[in-house]
């Protein structure tokens, strides 16, 4: 939530029309980042994600939801006003299928709202800490690999995600690539988020809390010399399913 928070912010805000009690789809919820911007404008969001670990984070606080694949979803046509797939599509080596179930379950004329990280998003800092972890025993999981290196590229630029969009036949299409300010600025943050992350999660558990604990530690200690404010960028899509 650290990161992801900020740019469905910023992703929700880019709707072409309110969402103000609209119902509004969020296909990949993860741990729910862009369900709380839903519902922060006054939306009534619905989830889904593949995994149902992520569904059940804070679930107390979390809208409905279903586990789904976003190429299959268990969505009626037609049968919410918007949705919303932030960080999703680029999980997809196909990420046309995604598409497609985004447009078939949004209504005619709502708003289908996609972000993805940029193939120009680097960060030295972010990479230091992957190449702590693989020092002390870390493995690159071969989905990750897959994900990194296939998929994400697949809707990775401007130019790409708008030529998906309307090859999906979304309208009013408007796309921007820029960096957003997601408020990580100190060691102990950047550690936080990325370790927090799918790819590391069997490793930490492997390893149990007091190693992971005292390598977070070091980890923090070792970028600090090295830490800058940590501003990924971001492709955003806004646009809607035909009327």
Same mark, same amino acid.
Request: glycine content about 8%; some cysteine; proline content about 7%.
């Given at each position: 939530m650290l990161v992801y928070r900020p740019i469905a912010t910023e992703l929700v805000a880019r709707s072409p029309h309110p969402l103000t009690g609209r119902t509004v789809l969020d296909a990949g919820a993860g741990t729910g980042a862009a369900s709380t911007a839903l519902a922060s404008v006054?939306?009534?969001?619905?989830?889904?994600?593949?995994?149902?670990?992520?569904?059940?984070?804070?679930?107390?606080?979390?809208?409905?939801?279903?586990?789904?694949?976003?190429?299959?979803l268990p969505v009626a046509t037609a049968a919410v006003d918007d949705t919303v797939a932030a960080f999703v599509l680029n999980h997809l080596l196909d990420p046309a299928a995604g598409? *497609?179930?985004?447009?078939?379950?949004? !209504?005619?004329? $709502?708003? +289908?709202? /996609?972000?993805v990280f940029s193939n120009a998003s680097q960060s030295d800092v972010r990479d230091r800490v992957d190449e702590l972890a693989m020092e002390e025993g870390w493995q690159v999981p071969d989905w990750y690999q897959e994900m990194r290196n296939k998929?994400?590229?697949?809707?990775?630029?401007? *130019?790409?995600?708008?030529?998906?969009? !309307?090859?999906? $036949?979304? +309208?009013? /299409?408007?796309?921007d690539e820029q960096a957003v300010d997601v408020?990580?600025?100190?060691?102990?943050?950047?550690?936080?988020?990325?370790?927090?992350?799918?790819?590391?999660?069997p490793w930490l558990d492997r390893i149990g809390p007091e190693r992971a604990g005292e390598f977070r530690r070091r980890t923090v200690e070792a970028i600090r010399p090295i830490m800058e404010p940590y501003c990924p960028i971001v492709v955003f899509l806004a646009a809607r399913r035909t009327a």
């Open positions: 006054g939306a009534h969001p619905v989830a889904t994600d593949f995994s149902w670990d992520m569904l059940a984070w804070e679930a107390e606080d979390r809208p409905p939801c279903a586990v789904a694949d976003v190429r299959a598409f *497609a179930e985004l447009v078939r379950v949004t !209504r005619p004329g $709502g708003a +289908v709202l /996609v972000s998929a994400a590229p697949l809707l990775g630029s401007a *130019a790409d995600m708008e030529a998906a969009a !309307r090859t999906a $036949g979304l +309208v009013d /299409v408007a796309v408020g990580v600025t100190e060691p102990e943050q950047l550690v936080a988020y990325r370790f927090g992350q799918a790819q590391f999660a």
